[in-house]
């Protein structure tokens, strides 16, 4: 988001290499690919989905590359909503909605491109 407003010609999309059960390692793809692209400014803060060990790896991710910026990790409950922020600092706590709704967003945006990807494979 930028200014409150979501930035939808900022959104990338990344086809992974990896395994699709590798939440780890396709988290670690995505982030190190999408920081190779210095024509793309870097945000603010990185919202992963999942936990403590989500939020870590991206951590290291941007420690390899010596990179400073706040990661936060969206925690869901059984119902796939948001349960808990994990890491951030300060920004959680000044940003905590607009963290949610980008993460929600994020999540809606991912689910179509992989339910194009998988009906282009049904044509």
């Known amino acids: 988001s930028v200014n409150g407003q979501l930035a939808n010609a900022e959104y990338r999309r990344f086809k992974t290499a990896k395994n699709s059960n590798d939440d780890i390692g396709n988290l670690t793809e ?21 936990n403590k060990v989500q939020a870590e790896h991206a951590e290291a991710v941007l420690r390899a590359r010596r990179i400073s910026i706040p990661v936060v990790a969206v925690t869901k409950d059984e119902r796939h909503k948001a349960a808990a922020l994990v890491g951030g600092g300060e920004a959680v706590e000044r940003y905590r909605r607009e963290i949610i709704a980008v993460n929600a967003e994020a999540h809606r945006f991912a689910i179509a ?3 194009k990807r998988r009906n282009q494979g049904f044509l």
């Open 30 to 50: 995505v982030l190190s690919r999408r920081l190779n692209h210095p024509e793309w400014p870097y945000p603010d803060l990185i919202v992963v989905d999942g």
């Open 113 to 115: 491109y992989h339910r």
